[in-house]
């Protein structure tokens, strides 16, 4: 599996895991954005870093995948010690239904991309303009990589 493909299925999948809570007062819809943002941003770096990681300690698929399940780990404790506001309960716990599914194989490029573009969705419904613009990143990239898989 190519080094671009790998990375776009950790990046992908890497959402799906869990851990976490906190405060019970609700947050303001822009304290709540920003917070998912930040999230978002923070897993897209920790993921798009992987490849030169690999390159830099001679990291094996296992430790790779590894470093990805963890910063999936942390996205999604980030995620749920979210406090949504009223307006976007209902969004967010379609999130929280989301990254706790069972992700798809990472050999089946399909249903992965199918996945990912399903959460560009959920962004936009939250109002997470950075979120939904990363996944929107992710999805041509596996989109561009179903086309050409060789390439």
């Known amino acids: 599996m190519r080094r671009g493909l790998r990375l776009l299925v950790l990046l992908a999948s890497a959402v799906l895991l869990g851990g976490g809570c906190g405060d019970e007062t609700p947050q303001t ?3 709540y954005r920003s917070a998912l ?3 978002c941003q923070e897993q897209y770096e920790a ?3 992987l490849p030169q990681k690999q390159q830099d300690e001679s990291l094996e698929t296992d430790e790779l995948d590894e470093l990805a399940r963890e910063a999936g780990e942390r996205f999604v404790g980030k995620v749920e010690s979210l406090r949504p506001p009223t307006e976007l309960e209902k969004a967010h716990q379609t999130l929280l239904d989301a990254v706790h599914e069972k992700p798809p194989s990472k050999t089946d490029l399909e249903a992965v991309t199918a996945r990912t573009a399903g959460f560009t969705g959920i962004y936009a419904d939250l109002g997470a303009r ?4 990363l996944q929107r990143i992710a999805v041509k990239r596996l989109q561009e990589v179903r086309a050409n898989p060789r390439g």
């Open 29 to 31: 819809m822009a304290e």
């Open 37 to 39: 943002n930040s999230a």
């Open 47 to 49: 993921i798009t870093s």
């Open 130 to 133: 950075r979120c939904e613009a």
